[in-house]
Nanobody, 126 residues
Framework: QVQLVESGGGLVQAGGSLRLSCSVSGRTFSSLNMGWFRQAPGKERELVSAISWTGAHPYYLDSVKGRFTISRDNAKNTVYLQMNSLKPEDTAAYYC???????????????????WGQGTQVTVSS
């Protein structure tokens, strides 16, 4: 049973930073493609960033490019999302997800992810 547990969310003022972590157990983490999604109230879930199992060529949503950085630590079975220069529009529940296909690049389609965490709330005040 694969489990994903997110942490690091919270309340921050605009311009501030947060680092989200997603700890993975129950599967060889180094073979998983990972993604960070978010969902704001009344909006669809969207992919914020994704990183392949090789770590190469991560994907970023246009609105977060230059502000967010995804990374992975295979020794700690953890994927991170460093979020800087946060804006009120970044407010959402953030979810990490894992894809076990070992596709060569970052996986963008939500339907391709096999496992999901419970989410962590990020609230950015203006």
């Amino acid at each position: 049973q694969v489990q994903l547990v997110e942490s690091g969310g919270g309340l921050v003022q605009a311009g501030g930073s947060l680092r989200l972590s997603c700890s993975v157990s129950g599967r060889t983490f180094s073979s998983l493609n990972m993604g960070w999604f978010r969902q704001a109230p009344g909006k669809e879930r969207e992919l914020v960033s994704a990183i392949s199992w090789t770590g190469a060529h991560p994907y970023y949503l246009d609105s977060v490019k230059g502000r967010f950085t995804i990374s992975r630590d295979n020794a700690k079975n953890t994927v991170y999302l460093q979020m800087n220069s946060l804006k009120p529009e970044d407010t959402a529940a953030y979810y990490c997800a894992a894809d076990q296909s070992m596709a060569p690049g970052a996986v963008r389609q939500p339907s391709r992810y096999d496992y999901w965490g419970q989410g962590t709330q990020v609230t950015v005040s203006s």
